[in-house]
């Protein structure tokens, strides 16, 4: 009942603008003014509308700057981050500049350039070779500059990694992620998803593979050393999975079928950056950023930086899981991995 | 085409006749399955206005959800009922169902099938001096497999399952699955039904486009006299007829993953408790041929608009467009450089890194001819005696989003900086101001400026002025917001952001953001009303009222199928001799005669 009322009201409202709107043109008409057509008075307003929005428009940005900026992320945790936030601080000048110049130019044109009796005619202006290759010059100029800049940096990220990097595996699920580390050998045994089993094997590792029976599986958080480089292998069991590590400026997705691969180099630990940032709970995360179902929002995985020492003593609590299986086949208990 | 050509030697009563009160012209056969390319750009544009309203509909349900997380709402309850919102709490299957379908409809249907049906149809015939299409026929069922697509898309949103929910790209294995998700059974099956059939659509109207363009123009409508709209429907239309066939050949080849265990796309899966038997597929392949198309797809987006800016601030300004051709170079180039920019979407993938250089080089190169046409628009007002007609404020809003979001397209263009932001609201917020505002705001723009051409009569310029400014601001309050909130590295399609602490003190650029998107949308109805309202009872419009050149102002007030009465014009000059020296009025129509010595500016070289 209610709901036909609302429809009721709306229906009578829009007829009642109608109405007005054929009121105010009516006498428009009669008064001989064109409702379609700018007249002057409409070019000098919405000249100055043009001028007033490019000042609106960059003190809106600036409040936005000034409000937000210490809540962006910290700077870079990681060797290939600090390259990174350089380059993006040489892109960001790069782009304010042209950006403050041209909205200016556009907006102050718009204000300036307005018809009136003082400015009645157009200057007949058509083309101008040298101007037009000056604007096609410089841009490629700096295009060059920056795609030079860029693919140095892209080529430390996607380059071999360092031979003595930890070797660890990333495995992503819906909707959890599962890191294994690859023991004292540093080699990651083999997988075969036709030998998973969520309650003793969720990541499908060969049990034949000598190389994985020092492997450490390990869920709920991932550590990593401070100072050494880790080489992070990929992979996802059902559907496409993002592997985001904000603080460390890198990601790569995880893709069922094959191995996709990232690494680079922690250089400040979990507490360092808690100093940093003025936050004794702040913590690195490595989020899910490809969307992968319903609990996609609730994909990540606290991230702890460590010092070397903390970390092989964090490391040594963990019991790889082949020693879980070989417990249990001897009659041991297993030990529940967490 | 040989008909219209014997119609040509008709005398304008004759033809007036023979549209107006001949027997077999029944109401179905002038508006319903009507062949007349002008009756079909206002379907394209009516298909496409109720389809981007639902959408934008969308975007305001999950704006609520993402500034109010789980709190209640009557607005979500109300549109969604006890199904997707129960107790007015949103379904995070339903969020994704919603931001996949908001994405779908804004890009195919309103940006793709809405902006460039709706502006080929009524301006190429009208703008090249043609009777009608090369064949009328072909573009009836150009529209009327976009109607059915639209409908397709429309359905899918009330099965049980809910509608297609794996992104806008839908990558496999994702959208291959439905036990990855419940949005990829009916749901997804629907929306691959609506894209093949859109894809036909978007075929039988390309190919119509070119054909028309090149063999239609009128005697003196050289190329280089041809107006920018036209140069811009053209080349997008190249386009899509050169990828939109390897959307389909992707949408095929998931269609037999889906049902007929192939292994495309799908390799070493376990998913809900049991290993499927697929292998050797790759999803990689999937994005591969997908961005094939996806990418080339935004310059279909834009080009239209391109054209539509062009020709606006040239008419509005009263000036020569500065760099006439410069700015076919641009869009020629930028035409090209759409078919090996594509990897730039795939620098996460996991693809081969070398590759992703070759990407980087390639998409940087794009930002040239972009920055040619910035820099010529702006010239182009510079110096003008620039007539603030609604349409004008629409398309200097384009010429800014497009610098704005071109700016940061800079940083998504470096690879080594994409993985930083890359899946995050920088790239929302990017790609929503460079081609979702651009397109849109050009989109206004044109229907603002061609409305006299579409119904005889003007909208209302007051009402413009406010659905300008609401908009535009909403426009930028919405998105340049974003930015930051990619910067925190928040990822998009989050249903909420509470899974990291440290995001939780954004939570007011959310409530922002959300604020501006509900305010902008509400400004929509202003161009509604005016619209509607305007096309039954708007002030009457005389031929020219913008005093432009093209040819589609020397027709009839509402030229009747056909077009012209009597023969066609014949052209003598380009579109752009505004404020030329030496002449009586600021503008000189293309149909009149050169006088002795006076030199064409089209023909500069």
């Known amino acids: 009942m209610i709901k036909l009322l609302v429809y009721i009201a709306l229906f009578l409202m829009l007829v009642l603008i109608f109405q007005l709107m054929r009121i105010y043109q009516l006498s428009s008409e009669i008064k001989g003014k064109n409702i379609g057509l700018a007249n002057e008075k409409d070019n000098r307003s919405q000249g100055r509308g043009m001028l007033a929005f490019a000042f609106g428009f960059f003190i809106f940005l600036i409040w936005l700057i000034v409000r937000f900026k210490n809540d962006m992320l910290p700077v870079a945790a990681s060797d290939v981050g600090k390259i990174s936030d350089n380059l993006f601080m040489f892109n960001w000048i790069i782009i304010f500049i042209v950006f403050f110049i041209t909205t200016f130019m556009l907006f102050y044109f718009g204000y300036r350039y307005h018809k009136s009796a003082k400015n009645p005619e157009a200057y007949f202006y058509p083309h101008n070779d040298k101007l037009e290759l000056i604007w096609t010059v410089v841009p490629s100029i700096v295009l060059a500059v920056i795609i030079i800049y860029g693919l140095s940096l892209w080529g430390k990220l996607t380059g071999k990694p360092d031979p003595n990097a930890l070797n660890v595996q990333l495995y992503a699920k819906q909707f959890d992620f599962t890191v294994r580390y690859s023991g004292a050998d540093n080699q990651l045994g083999t997988t075969n998803y036709k030998m998973i089993d969520d309650a003793s094997n969720p990541l499908g590792m060969d049990s034949t593979d000598p190389k994985g029976l020092d492997d450490i599986v390990v869920k709920g958080e991932m550590h990593m050393p401070v100072g050494r480089e880790i080489n992070i292998q990929c992979n996802a069991r059902d559907v496409m999975h993002g592997m985001y590590f904000p603080h460390f400026r890198d990601q790569i997705n995880c893709v069922p079928g094959m191995s996709t691969f990232v690494h680079f180099t922690p250089t400040i630990t979990t507490d360092s950056m808690r100093l940093i940032t003025h936050d004794t709970a702040y913590n690195y995360v490595l989020i899910c950023n490809r969307v992968c179902g319903a609990g996609h929002y609730n994909m990540f995985l606290k991230v702890v930086v460590d010092t070397k020492e903390g970390f092989e003593k964090w490391l040594a609590t963990k019991k790889p899981q082949f020693d879980a299986m070989n417990k249990r086949r001897h009659g041991g208990t297993a030990v529940t991995m967490k | ?605």
């Open chain 2, 1 to 605: 085409m040989e008909t219209h050509a014997h119609e040509a030697t008709h005398t304008a009563e004759h033809e007036h006749h023979h549209h107006h009160e001949h027997p077999s012209q029944s109401f179905v056969e002038k508006y319903v399955f009507s062949m007349d390319h002008k009756i079909i750009s206002k379907q394209f544009l009516f298909t496409a206005m109720f389809m981007a309203f639902a959408a934008a509909i969308m975007s305001v349900l999950f704006r609520l959800q993402l500034a109010f997380p789980g709190e209640k709402s009557s607005t979500m309850h109300f549109f969604l009922g006890d199904r997707w919102a129960k107790g007015g709490i949103l379904d995070p299957n339903m969020y994704l169902g919603l931001v996949t379908i908001h994405g779908t409809i804004m890009v195919f249907f309103l940006l793709t099938g809405g902006l460039s049906g709706t502006f080929a149809n009524l301006l190429i015939p009208l703008q090249v001096g043609a009777r009608d299409m090369a064949s009328p026929m072909m573009n009836m069922l150009s529209y009327w497999f976009f109607f059915i697509s639209s409908l397709v898309m429309f359905i899918s949103l009330f099965v049980e399952t809910g509608p297609a929910s794996a992104g806008w790209t839908i990558y496999p294995p994702l959208s291959a699955l439905p036990q990855a998700i419940p949005g990829s059974g009916l749901g997804m099956t629907l929306w691959l039904s609506s894209i093949a059939l859109f894809v036909v659509s978007s075929l039988l109207g390309g190919l119509n486009y070119i054909v028309t363009v090149i063999n239609l123009r009128t005697i003196g409508m050289k190329m280089t006299r041809l107006p920018l709209t036209i140069w811009a429907l053209l080349i997008t239309a190249i386009l899509g007829v050169l990828s939109f066939p390897v959307l389909f050949g992707a949408a095929i080849l998931l269609i037999f993953d889906r049902s007929f265990g192939t292994s495309f796309y799908l390799s070493d899966i376990f998913i809900g408790g049991q290993a499927l038997s697929q292998t050797g597929g790759s999803p990689i392949l999937f994005e591969h041929l997908f961005w094939f198309l996806g990418h080339p797809e935004v310059y279909i987006v834009i080009m239209p608009a391109f054209g539509i800016m062009s020709e606006i601030i040239a008419v509005c300004a009263r000036k020569p467009i500065f760099g006439y051709r410069a700015m076919i170079g641009s869009m020629l180039s930028i035409a090209f450089l759409a078919f090996i920019v594509w990897g730039h979407h795939m620098f996460v993938s996991g693809m081969n890194p070398f590759l992703g250089s070759v990407f980087v080089f390639t998409t940087l190169l794009i930002a040239i001819p972009s920055a040619v046409k910035a820099f010529n628009y702006i010239t182009t007002l510079w110096k003008g005696s620039i007539v603030f007609n609604p349409q004008l404020l629409f398309v200097v809003g384009a010429v800014s989003t497009f610098i704005s979001g071109g700016l940061t397209g800079i940083i998504l263009a470096d690879s080594a900086l994409d993985v930083a932001v890359h899946g995050t609201y920088f790239v929302v917020a990017h790609f929503h101001i460079v081609m979702g505002l651009s397109a849109v705001l050009a989109m206004f723009g044109g229907v603002y400026h061609w409305f006299p051409k579409m119904f005889g009569r003007i909208m209302n310029k007051k009402l413009a002025y406010w659905h300008f400014w609401l908009t535009f601001i909403c426009a930028y309050g919405v998105f340049l917001p974003m930015h930051f909130l990619g910067l925190a590295g928040v990822p998009r399609r989050y249903y909420t952001n509470d899974a990291y602490a440290p995001w939780a003190k954004l939570q007011d650029i959310n409530i922002i953001v959300t604020c501006f998107a509900i305010v902008g949308v509400l400004a929509q109805i202003l161009f509604f009303i005016n619209f509607f309202y305007s096309m039954v009872k708007g002030t009457k419009s005389d031929e020219n009222p913008w005093k432009a050149n093209t040819l589609e102002w020397t027709t009839p007030i509402v030229p009747g199928h056909g077009n012209w009465e009597g023969d066609l014009p014949v052209v003598h000059r380009w579109a752009y001799d505004y404020s030329k020296p030496g002449k009586k009025t600021d503008f000189v129509q293309q149909t009149v005669p050169m006088e002795a010595g006076e030199l064409d500016e089209g023909e500069h070289s």
